[in-house]
């Protein structure tokens, strides 16, 4: 499942590249989180962009979840912590204030790992078994 990280507020693009620099050294992330940042489209008459957001790929709820621990502790460690917007499939999650808490991480990780509503069940391993 993808996961789109956005960060708000003025420097946004230092934000990203050091969240991004952040959990790409996380152990426990690295091993089950695919990164990538993505650059905004540029304006006209502009030669570059500016960073957009970062896309994370996580194998399931569990990778989800390191996922969060890390961005939580990214954000745990700036003197003035930016709000931290996460969206997958529609469902978005700002994170401000102190989101750290075990029940708000648990919530936020429900709220993202469900199946949005609009995607395709999936599919049987086996065709026989759908059958009655």
């Known amino acids: 499942m993808e ?3 956005a960060v708000a507020g003025p420097g946004a693009d230092q934000a990203l590249t050091s969240l991004h620099r952040w959990v790409s050294q996380d152990r426990e992330s690295t091993r089950r989180v ?3 940042l993505v650059a905004a489209s540029p304006r006209p008459g502009e030669m ?3 960073l957009e957001a ?3 790929v996580v ?3 569990m990778a989800l979840g390191s996922l969060l621990v890390a961005v939580l502790s990214w954000r745990d460690s700036r003197p003035n912590p930016p709000a931290v917007r996460l969206e997958r499939g529609g469902v978005r999650v700002e994170l401000t204030g102190d989101a750290a808490d075990p029940e708000a991480v648990r ?3 429900e709220a993202l790992g469900e199946q949005p509503a609009n995607a395709d069940p999936p599919a049987c391993p086996d065709d026989s078994a759908a059958r009655p």
């Open 59 to 61: 194998s399931d709820v």
């Open 54 to 56: 970062i896309s994370a």
């Open 107 to 109: 919530r936020i990780v």
């Open 34 to 36: 695919r990164l990538s």
């Open 48 to 50: 570059g962009a500016d």
């Open 3 to 5: 996961i789109r990280i």
